[in-house]
Nanobody, 124 residues
Framework: QVQLVQSGGGLAQAGDSLRLSCVIS????????MGWFRQSPGKEREFVAA????????RYADSVKGRFTISRDGAKNTVYLQMSRLKPEDTAVYYC?????????????????WGQGTQVAVSS
């Protein structure tokens, strides 16, 4: 059973940077497509970024393109979301997600495994 444990996040000011981590246990990062999603109060969970098992394909939401970077460390079985030039509208609970698929997936319902969520709050 794949389990995802998140860390990072917290409070930031506009323009700051934060990094989120997602450690995978019970499975290999080389067999999983990994995604990051976020959810603000009263809003639907939205796609942020995804990376395929072989890291050959990545995808970003338009709202974060050029500011956020998804990456992975195979040796640590960990996926990261580096967030730069943060904006107040980036405030949300962020979730990492995974599934045993080979293609990029941007729909939350396509993911099976989820992290516990981590709060990111950005003040202006």
């Amino acid at each position: 059973q794949v389990q995802l444990v998140q860390s990072g996040g917290g409070l930031a000011q506009a323009g700051d940077s934060l990094r989120l981590s997602c450690v995978i246990s019970g499975g290999s990062i080389y067999t999983l497509v990994m995604g990051w999603f976020r959810q603000s109060p009263g809003k639907e969970r939205e796609f942020v970024a995804a990376i395929t098992y072989n890291a050959r394909s990545v995808r970003y939401a338009d709202s974060v393109k050029g500011r956020f970077t998804i990456s992975r460390d195979g040796a640590k079985n960990t996926v990261y979301l580096q967030m730069s030039r943060l904006k107040p509208e980036d405030t949300a609970v962020y979730y990492c997600a995974a599934n045993h698929r080979s293609e990029i997936m941007i729909v939350s319902d396509d993911y099976v495994y989820w992290g516990q969520g981590t709060q990111v709050a950005v003040s202006s």
